[in-house]
């Protein structure tokens, strides 16, 4: 039996390492899901680029560098990812602050997976993607 591959949508942008860039990558959200129509946990998607745009900024940026926002959305799920190039998954563990008990408390799931280099942050939220 083939499986079928449903489509999804992308968006991604680059963010030079600055704390004012948090309310860019918020608005760049905003916009995004926007588009795609997506009401089902707007606030909590919002929120959760704030957080782990933040974390990226704190734990994950080297000067000079560039973090990245990924919002990938299907017909039932919103996932968001922020990429940086800081080594290891320092700062991904829940007991490292409050932000990530935030992220794992509104989202239905999150996780984090090395890049080369770097990690990769995300987040997903059920619910319908206007396509």
């Known amino acids: 039996m083939i499986q079928e591959i449903e489509p999804a949508l992308m968006r991604d942008r680059y963010?030079?390492?600055s704390r004012q860039t948090v309310a860019t990558?918020?608005?760049?959200?905003?916009?995004?899901l926007d588009v795609w129509?997506?009401?089902h946990?707007?606030?909590?998607?919002l929120l959760c680029v704030s957080e782990l745009a933040t974390?990226?900024?704190?734990y994950g940026v080297a000067p000079?560098?560039?973090?990245?926002?990924?919002?990938i959305g299907s017909a039932t799920t919103v996932r968001l990812e922020v990429h940086d190039s800081g080594p290891g998954?320092?700062?991904?563990?829940?007991?490292?602050?409050?932000?990530?008990?935030?992220?794992e408390a509104v989202s239905d799931r999150w996780g984090a997976l090395p890049?080369?280099?770097?990690?990769?942050?995300?987040c997903e939220f059920g619910g319908p993607v206007r396509m």
């Open 15 to 17: 963010f030079p390492r």
């Open 115 to 122: 890049r080369s280099p770097g990690k990769s942050v995300w």
């Open 37 to 39: 129509g997506v009401t």
């Open 25 to 32: 990558a918020r608005q760049f959200t905003a916009e995004t």
């Open 89 to 103: 998954l320092s700062g991904t563990r829940i007991g490292d602050g409050y932000g990530l008990r935030i992220v």
């Open 41 to 45: 946990h707007r606030d909590d998607l």
């Open 55 to 58: 974390n990226a900024l704190r």
């Open 64 to 71: 000079g560098r560039y973090y990245r926002v990924r919002l």
